[in-house]
């Protein structure tokens, strides 16, 4: 099942891939069911907005969805280890599970740097490395192209 | 001058309390000239939104009206010390200096817990305890008020 809800994301990813963006995506979904219910890409340039990221982007259509806060039963995917400001904002919604596709050493805060669930109240579970390659290769293919101009 | 930027931070906290939201404000300076370019408040119950914290909804506003997310020569001052969540999106806004009024050893981000700058590639300067008694006293009132129903 989380093959499918990772491709969702991947989706999501490549809308802020086409659109110039670092491409990230997350999907919000039922921990039980797997049933989607929010998606969210990186879109920091395009609403000129430093909090923008995919994981805000897709917890925010999920509390609007759900409205409420609390996203206890709901988990979210995401294409890149989520930073310290997604992590935080994650242990906030009190999700179930945290579950992504590629490492980020750089700018990570769930398996690197701040590390934001050792310290958080609400410690969902982690799983990192969910279809790695493929979120790995759209992030590779994203910053060849800059780099080649 | 920290004086007035902070009173104007506590206009923006006392907006949340009377919101009936934890009372936190911020806002977002020129470095240089104190002159406030956006402020915010704790809005997360009535945007039912979790990221909806004063520093980010401050700095969406600050990025908005400079038409960047590029905020070096800004600095931004908040009434309680910034989540990780919100440590982080300061950093990655690049703001030259984090003030804050009350600490927060059980959700703060910066000289507790996570403590997100020791982390991050951009390390704003942090002045912390500026006018926290004021910051303290209203946070202290709203949580009194909550247990006495």
């Known amino acids: 099942m989380y093959k499918t809800i990772a491709d969702a994301a991947l989706q999501e990813a490549q809308k802020a891939f086409d ?3 670092i491409p990230v995506g997350a ?3 039922n921990t039980k069911t797997y049933q989607i219910i929010a998606r969210g890409h990186n879109q920091t340039i395009t609403k000129c907005d430093v909090s923008a990221h995919a994981e805000i982007r897709a917890l925010q259509k999920a509390c ?5 806060t609390h996203l206890q ?3 979210c995917y995401t294409t890149l280890e989520p930073c310290a400001m997604c992590a935080q904002a994650l242990a906030w919604a009190g999700v179930d599970k945290v579950l992504f596709g590629a ?4 700018s990570g805060g769930v398996e690197h740097n701040a590390r934001v669930f ?3 109240h609400h410690k969902p579970e982690i799983i990192g490395g969910l279809e790695e390659k493929k979120c790995q290769a759209l992030l590779t293919r994203f910053f060849k192209g800059l780099r080649n101009g």
């Open 27 to 29: 999907v919000v979904f």
């Open 64 to 68: 609007q969805k759900l409205k409420t």
């Open 19 to 21: 659109a110039k963006e």
């Open 73 to 75: 039963g709901y988990s």
């Open 103 to 106: 490492y980020d050493p750089k």
């Open 118 to 120: 050792n310290h958080t």
